[in-house]
């Protein structure tokens, strides 16, 4: 599945999306599908230096109740919403923070090209919340390095936002979309509203 066209959606003045489906401007491209090890994105690193690392911040962004934090930045007396299978989480230890668009797939379609520190920069991008998520870790190991053609939430009622916030990411770091993911989108897409996203580009 290495040799199909890639294509980038559409965007319009400031970064905006103007909406998934208007998707016309297309760049042609090859995806780059050998080389990938999951090392060659450093994470978790803790960037603030605060004493949490980037999985234990993104827990504390999107905690529902937030935890104490301990000694070494241990989370205690927390809950999670995984919005990929509708749970609510009661311990770090069932969720995992994941990586929307997988870093595999990231490799595959541009960061192949990066430099280690740009890719250092995706895998601990927290000044997009679409780009980390806490989910449940059954949920998060379901998905592993799919893509919407190949997998989509079991909750029904984020799909939508998945697909809109998968687009987002991939526009953020102007990665490609191969004609596979194309075909998926646009029709997962058509069962969707139409929202215009703002975008503030990574790269």
């Excluded at 199909?4 to 905006?16: E, H, I, N, Q």
């Excluded at 993104?58 to 919005?83: D, F, H, I, K, Q």
């Excluded at 090209?113 to 998060?140: C, F, G, H």
């Amino acid at each position: 599945m290495c040799s199909w066209k890639l294509y980038y959606f559409g965007v319009g003045p400031a970064g905006r999306v103007i909406g998934p489906q208007q998707d016309a401007r297309l760049s042609s491209a090859r995806q780059q599908c050998t080389g990938y090890e999951r090392s060659q994105f450093k994470h978790w690193i803790d960037a603030d230096k605060n004493g949490c690392n980037t999985r234990a911040d993104a827990l504390l962004a999107e905690a529902v109740t937030v935890p104490a934090v301990g000694p070494n930045c241990v989370l205690t007396g927390e809950t999670w919403y995984s919005p990929y299978d509708d749970q609510y989480l009661d311990s770090a230890k069932k969720g995992d923070v994941d990586h929307l668009v997988p870093l595999a797939a990231v490799w595959d379609s541009g960061a192949s090209a990066w430099t280690p520190k740009e890719r250092e920069a995706y895998a601990n991008d927290l000044d997009d919340p679409r780009a980390l998520i806490a989910v449940s870790a059954a949920s998060n190991r379901s998905k592993a390095d799919k893509d919407p053609s190949t997998w989509m939430p079991p909750y029904a009622g984020y799909r939508c936002q998945y697909l809109t916030d998968w687009i987002a990411s991939k526009t953020r770091y102007r990665l490609t979309v191969d004609s596979t993911q194309q075909a998926a989108l646009t029709e997962s897409l058509a069962h969707c509203p139409d929202q215009p996203v703002t975008i503030t580009f990574a790269r």
